[in-house]
């Protein structure tokens, strides 16, 4: 009877130590595959957080080349405006209250602006051909407010637009009606707009009669720019 009973739980035992040895490896076998998963999910991110990185690394390069770079435009036309990271017309040129036409006394150095400031982005373009690298220029004629009438202010915020609008647009003409034409350039784009009675750049309230006048940016872009 001892050895029968003893032969028949050894015969219980065993199977169901196989069975269980073998779950287990399944059970092992399931979680290694898991975690090699998650390793290569998780190298794959590295790689790509770390080709971003290079990638980040190497347009700032290009940024902070190209901003050295755009030091030429210093001088007696342009200047850098470092609060809000951008060059600007260091001509001080004004519009009579209400009208858009540039005077006759601001041509001549608006257009030496304009030719210099052409002369300089095509020289830069040439330096940085194949970086993808654009340069965005914006006119942004503006307006001053009726600064002690600020109803009369709200409600001439949309003649203020279109009259900001039309003051950068005069420059542009003035530009191309003198062989200055920016759009033929594929690095260059030029955009002009009319902030009005806003934007920023603008004089203080206490020289708020001098913001008849217009901004001219010049911005840097690596990449592509889209419309």
């Known amino acids: ?37 998650l390793f290569k999910d998780r190298e794959r991110e590295l790689k790509d957080a770390n080709g ?14 190209i901003r050295e770079s755009l030091r030429r435009l210093e001088g007696q ?8 990271e951008r060059y600007e017309l260091k001509l001080d040129v004004q519009f009579k209250a209400g009208r858009d036409e540039i005077q006759e006394r601001d041509k001549p150095a608006l257009l030496r602006a304009g030719r210099l400031l052409q002369d300089r982005l095509r ?7 194949g970086q993808n ?16 009438d600020e109803a009369r202010t709200k409600r001439d915020e949309q003649f203020a637009y279109q ?7 005069n420059l542009l003409n ?18 002009i707009g009319g902030s009005g009675f806003y934007g920023t750049g603008r004089y203080p309230a206490s020289r ?20």
């Open 163 to 169: 009259l900001s609008y039309r003051r950068a647009l």
């Open 123 to 129: 020289s830069l373009s040439a330096s940085s051909r």
């Open 77 to 84: 036309y342009f200047r850098y405006d470092p609060q809000n």
């Open 174 to 191: 003035l530009w191309s009606q003198n062989g200055l034409n920016f759009n033929r350039d594929q690095s260059i784009e030029l955009i």
């Open 208 to 227: 708020e009669g001098q913001n008849k006048r217009f901004l001219i940016q010049v911005i840097p872009k690596v990449g592509r720019m889209r419309a």
């Open 1 to 37: 009877m001892n050895s029968s009973s003893k032969r028949e739980s050894n015969d219980f035992f065993w199977p169901s130590y196989v069975d269980l040895m073998t779950s287990l490896f399944v059970v092992m076998l399931v979680l290694f595959v898991y975690s090699f998963k």
């Open 52 to 65: 971003e990185l290079k990638a980040k690394a190497i347009e700032l390069e290009q940024i902070t080349r």
């Open 133 to 148: 690298v654009r340069y965005l220029v914006i006119v942004e004629g503006m307006a001053a407010r009726y600064l002690y």
